[in-house]
């Protein structure tokens, strides 16, 4: 970890070209009218953790305070923290293994990695390489499954709280289906979860995500009763996973006979509302969309994982065509890398093959402010605005040889957002900032 020493409360100014979005852009080549703001040679004024004010450098230089420290990046762009929407800490060290289909997945790698997750040193280890490693892809929110176990979400909230983050996670639910070791039983999780939410919900920058895995791992009590929590504190969060593999919907249709599809399996249980994430849901048709955006809740779209695992190509537009918003997530260890440019890399490959291309505006969006408003936390980050608290990305577009001379190249923001977006890795990522605090710097020792 390469926290900064510099205090949350200490003044700053970063200089470097400044974007941010106020709207969703469209799908158009061009972005919508009032979409985009971009700064060439802005500066960014941060106080307490928030930012207090930008400008172009020219005009606001003169109203900085006398020895205000200014911190130069002129030839590199600044945007907002990316967010990932889904994501399982405790699947880092089994990523890139062998993949078969989802269910055997599961069974090979997942169950058995998570068991470890019993010891608290383990736990306290490995969430904090987790931090280190979103840190330095400019992550600076996710929604995380944890494992079964509560001492993982300690461990991943001691962790976040040290560094100053904002992050939701949860314990995941699951009473059924799964090795024992990782089985709770109903009002067991249920009363480990009311404890966490007791002791992390609301604290700092942190907020507490209900996590049952998804429906085959929980009988119909344990999903009453999760959906009961949220009914009692709608400031709860709420992630599962929905339609990822043809092989689960088969598995859900023989263990929910009484609902008629598997989206129903969570509407009966009173799980889809607005701040409800449900991961991958590929195999969907026009009228569960259309139920879903009608709660508001949201479609994590994990490209990466879809590809490897095999599961299919998500429909993009037909979700947006039914108002439904979407979220786009690393869904780390199915997912192939943590980093945000990544996603969108993938997700733009998935959407040429479905005929549904995806610009480079609407994809720097959903990293940022479309994910924020997916999450609900757009009130807090996801643009770079007076007020909003002060998670940043430095980028560089010339990062390597060959991102130098594709992005010297470029005529236009598109062109170098494009250029990011498929050629970009960690090593794009110069900087991260989390509440006005330098929280990763490429270049330090």
């Not at 009961?228 to 598995?251: F, K, V, Y």
């Not at 990011?420 to 270049?443: N, Q, Y």
Request: some cysteine; glycine content about 10%.
């Amino acid at each position: 970890m390469s926290l900064d020493v510099m205090t949350p409360d200490t003044a700053r100014v970063l200089r470097a070209d400044l974007l941010s979005f106020d709207t969703d852009p469209g799908e158009g080549d061009t972005p919508a009218a009032g979409s985009v703001r971009h700064i060439e040679d802005g500066a960014l004024w941060i106080e307490n953790g928030r930012i207090r004010a930008l400008d172009a450098w020219a005009r606001l230089a003169p109203d900085l305070p006398e020895g205000i420290e200014v911190v130069d990046h002129r030839g590199k762009l600044i945007v907002p923290g990316f967010i990932d929407s889904h994501v399982h800490y405790v699947q880092l060290e089994i990523m890139a293994s062998w993949g078969r289909q989802l269910l055997d997945w599961l069974n090979d790698y997942t169950f058995p990695e998570e068991c470890r997750f019993a010891v608290a040193e383990h736990a306290r280890a490995q969430s904090g390489a987790f931090l280190d490693e979103m840190l330095r892809v400019g992550t600076t929110t996710a929604q995380v499954f944890c494992s079964s176990h509560p001492g993982s979400v300690d461990a991943f909230f001691t962790e976040c709280r040290e560094r100053g983050l904002r992050m939701l996670a949860g314990k995941v639910l699951m009473d059924r289906h799964a090795p024992e070791a990782l089985c709770d039983d109903t009002r067991g999780g249920i009363r480990d979860s009311e404890r966490l939410i007791a002791d992390w919900h609301g604290r700092d920058r942190l907020g507490y995500s209900l996590t049952p895995r998804f429906a085959p791992t929980s009988t119909r009590a344990q999903l009453d009763a999760t959906g009961g929590l949220l009914r009692t504190d709608p400031s709860l969060w709420l992630q599962t996973h929905l339609a990822e593999n043809t092989g689960e919907l088969d598995w859900v249709a023989e263990l929910f006979p009484e609902s008629r599809d598997y989206l129903e399996v969570y509407e009966q249980s009173g799980l889809v509302g607005p701040r409800s994430t449900f991961a991958h849901g590929i195999h969907l048709d026009q009228e569960m969309r259309g139920r879903l955006a009608a709660r508001g809740a949201n479609l994590a779209f994990c490209p990466s994982s879809n590809m490897f695992l095999g599961s299919g190509l998500f429909d993009r537009l037909a979700a947006r065509e039914a108002g439904l918003a979407i979220s786009y997530a690393s869904d780390v260890g199915g997912g192939t890398d943590l980093s945000g440019l990544a996603t969108l890399k993938t997700a733009y490959q998935v959407g040429q093959l479905r005929g549904q291309p995806l610009t480079a505006w609407q994809g720097f969006y959903g990293l940022t402010l479309g994910n924020a408003r997916a999450l609900s936390l757009d009130d807090h980050i996801g643009r770079l605005a007076p007020g909003m608290e002060a998670d940043l990305v430095v980028l560089d577009p010339a990062a390597t040889p060959l991102m130098a001379r594709r992005t010297a190249r470029s005529q236009s923001l598109a062109e170098t957002l494009f250029a990011l977006m498929m050629l970009g890795d960690d090593r794009t990522v110069a900087e991260t900032w989390s509440g006005g605090r330098r929280a990763h710097r490429r270049d330090a020792p």
